[in-house]
């Protein structure tokens, strides 16, 4: 996270004294202020969870059962026949 970024937003919670005092001390063990302490460790945990919700993970032998399938095509079904076979909508352009 830059420094030099414009800090127009806010963010506040509420917690315990306990809680508090053990993110301070981590804070100031890692040199930073207890606000870019929690915000980075937040950032990082939700740039995890958005990789982790919008990436797929394959196994060898499943990236070699994909590729197979997008090398081959399908025979049509009677349905995507029938689609086919319906005239087409005009396209609007704006």
Known sequence: MSTLA???ARVELKTTKEAKEL????AILDGLDLSSFMLTAAIEKARTILRDHTSIALSE??????ARSLQTQPMPT???IR???LPRLP???E
């Open 6 to 8: 414009v800090k127009n």
């Open 23 to 26: 993110l301070s001390k981590a």
């Open 61 to 66: 032998e499943a990236q070699s059962q994909l």
């Open 78 to 80: 009677d349905e995507m």
């Open 83 to 85: 689609l086919r076979s």
């Open 91 to 93: 396209v609007r352009c």
